[in-house]
């Protein structure tokens, strides 16, 4: 079994998360193919995601499209109601998907529920996936941090920022 989590930048433009879901399609069907070629039969992929809007929702379904499994990560139980509302029927739908939800035990969607979301994808898997234009985070437990706490653990980390990928 091969455990990938993804982090990324919210609020990207169409045309980025365009780019961005290719990106994302590539790395989970590369993925696919190295544990085909190590063990033939059906690749077992699991990624961990806390369903935001953006990458976070793209890579969910890029490995639901492949046959692999979702584990969700629900950073606080007011987690969905801080997600923008045309956000709301995809996580839904990618949270009933889920084969696992580890719901975890804080009230507010803030920063640092956000934060310890991150920390616990990245205890449930074995790399990293991120969306990420390489500078620093905005704001505390932002894509950087959340990299950079991949790399201090010493988990394989993959930066995904495509050719005309642009972030307001």
Same mark, same amino acid.
Do not use: K, N
């Given at each position: ?17 365009a *780019?961005?879901?290719?990106?994302? +399609? *590539?790395? !989970?069907a590369?993925?696919v ?9 059906p690749?077992?992929? !699991?990624?961990? %995601? ?8 793209l890579f969910a379904?890029?490995? *639901? ?7 969700a990560?629900v950073?606080? +139980?007011?987690?969905?109601a ?10 839904d739908?990618l949270l ?12 507010? %969607? ?14 449930? %898997? ?11 985070? +905005?704001g ?6 959340? !990299?950079?706490t991949?790399?201090?653990r010493?988990?394989?980390?993959? !930066? ?9």
């Open positions: 079994m091969t455990s990938v989590a993804i982090t990324g930048h919210r609020g990207l433009p169409a045309g980025t998360l *780019l961005v879901d290719r990106a994302l +399609r *590539l790395e !989970v590369l993925r193919e190295a544990a085909l070629r190590v063990r033939p039969g690749a077992d992929l !699991v990624g961990v %995601s806390c369903f935001a809007d953006g990458p976070d929702s379904q890029a490995i *639901l499209d492949i046959g692999g499994r979702l584990v990560v950073p606080a +139980r007011r987690y969905r801080s997600l923008p509302e045309f956000h709301h029927g995809v996580y739908r009933t998907e889920a084969d696992r939800v580890i719901e975890l035990d804080r009230e507010e %969607s803030d920063p640092r529920a956000h934060h310890a979301g991150s920390l616990r994808m990245l205890d449930e %898997s074995e790399e990293l996936l991120a969306v990420w234009d390489g500078l620093p985070a +905005r505390y437990g932002g894509t950087a941090d959340v !990299v950079a991949a790399r201090e010493g988990m394989p980390v993959t !930066v995904l920022w495509p050719d005309g990928a642009v972030r307001p």
